[in-house]
């Protein structure tokens, strides 16, 4: 990351004071509920620099991942905010590039249907360091999926984000495949999920994006009550769950990657895992499934 001067907003003191609560009350019938609060609340705990590209973060990221090498996975997006409109913008969630203007992330990570306090770095690989791969650009419409309302157990956690300038080829960047319609991945399959959010449950943060090798778990199994239960639905992939590898919650919104017919596609977006730890044991990271979505992506990309 950049040098400079960096500030730690006082919002993470209540994300650490929730985690810890959260993690406490984990033998509550309603436990599971109270991921959604910790997905939200995790969106807060920010760090940030005061000069518009030293884009610091507190995010969490790829459990049991590794340094990805750079200009791999050109399609992901650093998804940042500022909410004092004073250009300290923080990273606070994935995305993926679907299309020159367009990318897509996790409905949960709009934090604001204002789109000037958003911007969207391509290109990036060092948090910490101007690279000089980085595309900055703004973000010009929010477009939130109609089903979605808040509850991460109802679905639907998807968005894309129509961008003011279209992105342009630097040779760092590219545009994603998309599954087919209705595509599912089979049981044990493995994807890659990648991210700059947290690598342990002490809150130790990457500069550089993080990827980890995880597998797929088939919903016959994610859906019984051992694992998810009903909140697992058709419409979601889960992956990992072996208590190593996972998803954190600042990955939220960015892709799982899965090499299919000689092809990596991105077939899911970060959407929920446990509270306290995130490689829990039958807990495995959720993402929204993308082949049950691509109606609706063209609709308003084609639109």
């Known amino acids: 990351m950049l040098a400079g001067h960096v500030t730690v907003a006082s919002p993470m003191l209540k994300v650490l004071s929730h985690y810890k609560y959260l993690k406490a009350t984990a033998s509550h019938p309603n436990w599971y509920k109270m991921v959604w609060l910790l997905a939200f609340l995790a969106c807060f705990g920010l760090i940030h620099a005061e000069v518009p590209f030293n884009h610091r973060v507190h995010n969490e990221r790829v459990i049991g991942g590794h340094n990805a090498e750079p200009n791999t996975w050109k399609w992901q997006v650093s ?3 500022d909410s004092s409109y004073q250009e300290a913008y923080s990273h606070i969630c994935g995305g ?10 996790a409905a949960h990570c709009i934090l604001s249907y204002d789109p000037s306090h958003f911007r969207v770095v391509v290109g990036e690989y060092n ?10 650009i703004r973000v010009e419409q929010i477009i939130v999926h109609p089903g979605w309302n808040g509850n991460l157990g109802n679905g639907n ?19 994603a495949n998309l599954p087919y319609e209705g595509e ?5 399959f493995t994807c890659h999920v990648t991210g700059w959010g947290l690598m342990d449950y ?16 088939e919903h016959a199994v994610c859906s019984t009550p051992e694992w998810w239960g009903i909140i697992a639905l058709e419409s979601m992939v889960c992956a990992g769950g072996d208590g190593v590898i996972s998803g954190c ?21 970060v959407s929920y895992g446990p509270s306290g730890y995130c490689n829990q044991l039958t807990k ?7 082949s049950s979505f691509l109606g609706w992506i063209y609709s308003v990309t084609l639109g």
């Open 79 to 81: 998804l940042q905010y």
């Open 157 to 175: 956690d998807i968005a894309l984000m129509k961008l003011v300038d279209p992105v342009y080829d630097n040779g760092f960047i590219a545009i």
């Open 202 to 217: 002490y809150g130790t943060v990457p500069d550089i994006l993080q990827e980890a090798p995880i597998k797929v778990v």
């Open 184 to 188: 599912t991945l089979p049981h044990d």
């Open 249 to 269: 919650q600042g990955d939220s919104g960015g892709p799982l990657n899965c090499l299919t017919d000689g092809v990596w596609r991105v077939h899911g977006v």
């Open 284 to 290: 495995p990271t959720v993402f929204t499934k993308v």
């Open 127 to 136: 948090l910490y360091e101007f690279d000089g791969s980085e595309q900055f």
């Open 96 to 105: 993926t590039l679907i299309d020159a203007f367009h990318i897509m992330t």
